[in-house]
């Protein structure tokens, strides 16, 4: 009877509201689930820096415990927009914690992006890849994206809002997500340029990294080496 929601912003939320929580709310009554955990809703946005990370930390644990309703559709956008879309740091890290949930994961998506069967993506070696990944061709591309998210290191993610490929409301919220170094993201955030700043935090989440994320997952171009840095240079 309670799920806890993963989702992207979408529409004019002040006016109209967000098609994809409709979508969420109308799968929600049809399963006879009474009760919803989003995160705009469930958080107070209102409350001192270290206790607004203690409530991230612990609303992060529901998406490894409880049924999580997925909506990550835009209306107008094209299924491949996805990708760039769990990619941002917030739902790349909700995805993490999804496969460590034994539970039901639900796609509730209001314009079939992430419903259309993986079959249909008319990609080259799209064969190999489902195979790689235990996908078949009529399993739904969210599917295919939790897997390929499992095996992508966090560090794609920093990289591509390095590169503006991936969008992110706010850089500061790293220090949420990678709790590890909330303190130090902290203060370089507030010393350091746009994109020292984000090499800091790919190189601190370069530490953290795991050996066994590796070689299947997503792969954002480097071209890091061309942007303007203060404190940071490259050379062959």
């Keep these: 009877q309670v799920a806890v929601v993963s989702w992207r912003w979408d ?11 409709a979508s969420v709310v109308n ?5 006879g689930i009474r009760y919803l955990f989003i995160d705009t809703i469930s958080i107070d946005q209102t409350l001192p820096v270290d206790d607004l990370i203690e409530q991230v930390v612990a609303f992060s644990t529901l ?29 790349l890290n909700e995805i993490r914690l999804f496969r460590q949930n ?12 992430g419903c259309m069967h993986a079959g249909q993506i008319g990609e080259g070696g799209i064969g190999v890849r489902l195979a790689a990944y235990g996908v078949s061709h009529k399993d739904s591309y969210f599917k295919l994206l939790l897997e390929t998210i499992w095996c992508t290191s966090f560090i794609e993610s ?8 991936v969008g992110m409301s706010s850089t500061l919220d790293f220090k949420y997500i990678i709790h590890a170094y909330s303190h130090i ?9 746009r994109n020292d700043y984000l090499l800091t935090t790919a190189i601190l989440c370069h530490a953290l990294r795991k050996d ?3 070689e299947k997952g997503f792969r954002i171009k480097r071209n890091i080496e061309k942007l303007r840095y203060c404190r940071y240079s490259f050379t062959a």
């Design 27 to 31: 799968v929600a009554k049809r399963r």
């Design 212 to 214: 066994d994320l590796a």
């Design 63 to 91: 998406y490894t415990k409880i049924t999580v309703l997925a909506a990550y559709d835009k209306t107008g956008d094209d299924w491949r927009h996805m990708k760039s879309t769990v990619l941002r740091p917030w739902i």
């Design 158 to 165: 920093i990289i591509g809002v390095l590169l503006e490929d």
């Design 185 to 193: 993201l902290s203060v370089a955030y507030e010393q350091m340029e």
């Design 102 to 113: 034994s539970g039901t994961i639900i796609y509730a998506g209001h314009a079939r992006q």
């Design 11 to 21: 529409g004019d939320l002040r006016t109209k509201g967000s098609w994809n929580i």
